[in-house]
DNA sequence: CTAATTCTTGCACTGCACGCAAAAATTCAT
DNA sequence: ATGAATTTTTGCGTGCAGTGCAAGAATTAG
């Protein structure tokens, strides 16, 4: 709203009338030396949208919360949002765009790591939640946000869709390899299914340790029910 | 657009100048004598929507597509659509809420028809699939545009969320009949599971019979998943 | 210190979705 | 059939999400 002269860089004090309570913050907690100024701003500042976004939807609701509020909060314009996420209920979530290693995926590629596949597709998820370790704090208000706004989820979705392809194209790779049974779109349900469950399942235990740590058991309340059914 | 004074009563072919297309078929499809014009008028217009959102989409693809030209195109106003759907998407899909029925949610309350979960929840499913069965040209071609348009999955979530109150409430109650270890979560998932992987048996199929025909293959898929883990 | 690069910002625009009240269409009672 | 009651359509106005564009500010490179 106000424009904020933001200068942190090791410049002397002199009269700055607003000092941004989040630019500020950036200018400690970021990795401080770490790259150039540009690339501590982009992380301060995403960080920034995401705090406010999650800050504003837990006070008023999804709803209620417009991407205006969410800027203005962060200090920084409405159009500058959109440089650092496609949608609103980006920000909330604080998506990021976690990807699979090449290691993981030639791992599975050839039939590895177990060679069966539920547990392969176990690792490739695993791998797939780690990543979410290093931003603890956020993810954990998400996963709240996400009980309390269940449309959020869509966006969950749209996450699968953007690397279907490519999960596609890893389940045929490894069907090449080692032939199995089951079609690409239930294995790719499977994925979000273990995802959504996982996360869940980390919740319930109250955020102990990383969601992946969860991953075992989720996988096992699948087994568990199939298994039952078999046992006839 | 222009105001057409729709008059599809069985009165004298007086000089009409515009008979709308898409209204003169409501008046010969749409189960002639079956209830009040109000009625009758309603389903006409919702079909021609649909073939009217189904038609444009199919042509230009769905970003390119406004609810005004459908509107425009099935011969009502823009706003009239949002009297029949609530978002585009919903059109393409002509969406249907489709429920559970008493009597289905009293058997699978009480343990029944089989006993084992994974199997109820296969009759659950079926149960959800039949009513489709009515609509099966328009089914036919939004199970195509999911294919081309993978945002649509989005609206398949919001089903899932609309009535996952629903799917907790029963679940909740089995459980209390006959316990079992899996988590609402992961049945809600899987239900959404179940219902794309069935689709998606059906559309490779080549749409022969009916969507929950291809149900068993689905549950068959997924077992067969599980069980070649288990025989390690 | 200057030039090149990158990023932010304001502005305008399209489109979705909804509330409201007037007008049109349908049903109902007589 | 006629007029009242009900339901539905429609036009108008509003708010908000999201995008393209070009000007200007900040950062980096030389």
């Known amino acids: 709203m106000v424009p904020t002269s933001s ?3 090791a410049a002397p004090a002199d009269a700055e009338p607003r000092p941004d309570l989040r630019e500020l913050a950036a200018a400690l907690e970021g990795t401080p030396a770490e790259q150039g100024l540009r690339e501590r701003k982009k992380r301060a500042r995403r960080a920034a949208l995401i705090d406010a976004a999650q800050q504003l ?15 203005a909060e962060a ?7 959109f440089n650092y996420f496609e949608t609103k209920d980006d920000a909330v979530l604080g998506a990021e ?3 699979l290693s090449e290691e993981d995926i030639r791992t599975f590629v050839r039939g ?3 060679g069966r596949l539920l547990s392969d597709l176990q690792s490739l998820v695993a ?3 780690t990543p979410h370790a290093e931003t603890h704090g956020q993810t954990v208000r998400a996963m709240d946000l996400l009980q309390r706004e269940p449309r959020l989820l869509q966006r969950h979705v749209v996450w699968m869709d953007r690397h279907e392809t490519q999960l596609v194209e890893l389940f045929e790779a490894r069907r090449a390899v080692k032939p199995f049974s089951a079609g690409n779109e239930l294995l790719t349900m499977l994925v979000l299914l273990l995802i959504r469950t996982t996360f869940v399942a980390w919740e319930n235990a109250g955020y102990t340790g990383g969601p992946a740590d969860h991953l075992p058991a989720a996988v096992a ?7 039952v059914d078999l046992g006839s």
Chains 1, 2 share one sequence.
Do not use: K, N, W, Y
């Open 7 to 9: 200068r942190e860089t």
């Open 112 to 114: 590895g790591p177990t």
């Open 75 to 81: 200090g920084v314009s409405a159009r500058t949002f």
């Open 221 to 227: 309340q699948l087994v568990d029910l199939v298994a």
């Open 127 to 129: 791998s797939l939640l």
């Open 97 to 99: 765009d976690v990807g």
């Open 57 to 71: 939807v837990t006070a008023h609701g999804l709803d209620a919360v417009t991407v205006e509020m969410i800027s």
